[in-house]
C-alpha cells in the first residue's frame, strides 16, 4: 500500500530549508496493517506541519526537490496477560483483561534522496514499540499502542529530516545539477 499526501505548511520555528518535499510512506516485505500506514503519513505530516522545516510539502505529483521516504516492515503484535486464559475463565471476573498488557512494534527505515531520481542523500533504520495496558474494561490497549507507535515513528523522522539531516540536504542540493525544464 502506497499513501501519498501533501500538507500545507505553516510558520515556525527556525528557518525552514528553500525547497519543497513529499513524504512517501510504504509497506515493507512483510505485512504492515494499511490503517497504520495511513496513520504513521498523516502523523508525519502533522509533526512537520506544527515544526516546518522545509518551504512546502507537496505531493509527489507536483515534483519536489526532496522525496523523504519511510517504509514500514515486520511489525508485530502482541497481548500478554497476567493470568492464563483457565484461570481467567474460573475466576470469571471481568477486571482480569486489566492486568494484559499489549505491545506494538515495528521496523521502519526513512530515507531521503533528490527528486526526481537522485541519489539518496541519509538513510536511518530504527524500530519502533509501544505498550499500553487498559485502564478501563473495554477500552482497546492494541489500538493505543499502535497509535502509540505511529507517533513515535513521526517524531523521529521529523527528527531525522529537519535536524540531523538538514545539513546534508543544503550540500546535495548545491551540489546537483540544476532541473532542466
Known amino acids: 500500500m502506497l ?3 501533501p500538507w500545507s505548511v505553516g510558520a515556525g520555528a527556525g528557518e525552514p530549508l ?5 513524504v ?4 515493507g516485505r512483510q505485512r504492515v496493517p494499511g490503517a497504520f500506514v495511513e496513520e504513521v503519513s ?13 518551504r512546502a510539502v507537496v505531493g509527489i505529483d507536483e515534483t519536489p526537490e526532496i522525496l523523504l521516504r519511510v517504509i514500514l516492515d515486520d511489525a508485530l503484535e502482541e497481548t500478554r496477560y497476567a493470568l492464563s486464559i483457565g484461570d481467567r475463565a474460573q475466576l470469571r471476573d471481568p477486571e ?20 526526481p531520481g537522485g541519489a539518496t542523500i541519509r538513510s536511518r533504520l ?13 477500552e482497546d490497549a492494541a489500538a493505543l499502542a499502535r ?11 521529523r527528527g531525522f529530516l529537519c535536524d540531523d539531516a538538514r545539513k546534508r540536504i543544503q ?7 540544476p532541473k532542466e525544464e
Open 3 to 5: 499513501v501519498l499526501l
Open 18 to 22: 528553500p525547497h519543497t518535499l513529499a
Open 24 to 27: 512517501q510512506v510504504l509497506q
Open 42 to 54: 498523516t502523523r508525519i505530516g502533522a509533526e512537520i506541519e506544527r515544526r516546518p522545516c522545509t
Open 96 to 115: 482480569a483483561d486489566l492486568a494484559s498488557v499489549s505491545t506494538f512494534e515495528i521496523r521502519w527505515q526513512a530515507e531521503i534522496a533528490l527528486y
Open 126 to 138: 530504527s524500530r519502533a514499540k509501544a505498550e499500553r495496558r487498559p485502564a478501563f474494561r473495554g
Open 147 to 157: 497509535s502509540d507507535a505511529a507517533l513515535k515513528i513521526a517524531k523521529a523522522v
Open 171 to 177: 550540500r546535495e542540493l548545491r551540489a546537483a545539477p
